[in-house]
């Protein structure tokens, strides 16, 4: 019990956590990240800053604050666990509990902020990811005085491999919660993308050049048995779902979302864009409502991707003014 007394992520600033732990099924709870405390903590907030190990397990965080009340826009990469966990750090049965943040300019996640790789690293990413995670009771709603969000997910804001040949993996992960914010800028170079998902922000294994309609594929990605009961509202943003706010270049097998989707643009039930990724055997059953184009009960946007045995259930509805520009779908 931390008794909620300010809290100094292990690992601070742009150094890394580079051991390993093993909670032995141990929870730590009430502690907070909150307020300016020096120069080297406004990147990469949590119980460590970043991780670099070979794995962190067994281990439960509760009753976490994250916030910067004196100036939210600060705080880049935020989590429960960590700010960011690097290369091949499995992380396996943790879990995070009545979490709240309140500022990530860059990407906030209830259990991390990021997951990626190092180009300068030789080796691939092979046994990294999350297996058997969960978050319960997440709420992310950005501060007042932010002016800018990146990518927002229930339990990881946003998942990237940098090399051609990592990949990593989601299996049996869940999340429950609310994801809320009214910016309407997401992006620092002032776009209005979002990449808010109930599980993850976005996860992204490769580019699409929409002049050539080439698809290329840098990374393999399994996300596996993964589910997302999140409320996710962000009407100003696009690229909004109710498990991924974008899934590029993956493939999903069995995986559902059941919280209702409020965005702009590219808003889906289960996954804002899913460009280029194969979804087998998945399905939403929560509303949808956006005010502009792509949105879809399944998939918002999902060129070259491929469907096999999905559904959607929920409303999908759009207030664009144009309703043959909309580019509604029940599915896609």
């Not at 399994?222 to 270049?249: M, N, Q, W, Y």
């Not at 808003?267 to 990724?277: D, E, F």
Request: net charge negative; proline share 1%; with cysteine.
């Amino acid at each position: 019990n931390l008794n909620y007394k300010r809290w100094a992520p292990i690992g601070r600033g742009f150094r890394s956590f580079k051991g390993s732990l093993d909670g032995a099924g141990y929870k730590i709870y009430n502690f907070s990240i909150t307020g300016k405390q020096d120069t080297d903590i406004h990147y990469k907030q949590g119980l460590f800053s970043a991780i670099e190990g070979d794995y962190i397990k067994n281990l439960t965080l509760s009753n976490v604050h994250i916030a910067d009340a004196a100036n939210a826009s600060t705080a880049y990469d935020v989590g429960a666990l960590a700010g960011y966990i690097f290369n091949n750090t499995r992380v396996e049965n943790c879990h995070v509990q009545n979490v709240i943040i309140q500022v990530g300019v860059y990407s906030a996640g209830g259990l991390a902020g990021g997951i990626v790789s190092d180009a300068n690293k030789t080796e691939l990413v092979k046994d990294g990811g999350l297996f058997g995670c969960t978050a319960q009771n997440i709420t992310i709603e950005p501060h007042a005085v932010m002016q800018a969000v990146g990518n927002y997910g229930g339990l990881v804001g946003h998942i990237s491999a940098i090399k051609t040949g990592d990949g990593y993996t989601l299996e049996h992960c869940d999340a429950t919660g609310i994801i809320s914010t009214e910016i309407a800028k997401s992006s620092i170079d002032g776009g209005d993308w979002g990449g808010i998902g109930g599980l993850v922000g976005a996860m992204i294994g490769g580019s699409y050049d929409g002049n050539t309609g080439t698809a290329t594929k840098n990374n393999d990605y399994l996300v596996r048995d993964c589910h997302a009961a999140v409320t996710v509202t962000a009407p100003k943003l696009g690229g909004i779902g109710g498990l991924f706010g974008e899934s590029s270049f993956l493939t999903m097998e069995n995986c559902s979302a059941s919280g209702d989707v409020t965005g702009r643009w590219e808003v889906g039930g289960l996954s804002g864009t899913g460009t280029a990724s194969a979804l087998r055997g998945c399905h939403a059953t929560g509303n949808v409502t956006a005010s502009n184009w792509h949105v879809g009960g399944l998939v918002g946007y999902g060129v070259k991707a491929t469907l096999d045995r999905c559904f959607a259930t929920g409303d999908v509805t759009t207030t664009h003014r144009n309703t043959f520009d909309s580019r509604a779908g029940g599915l896609l």
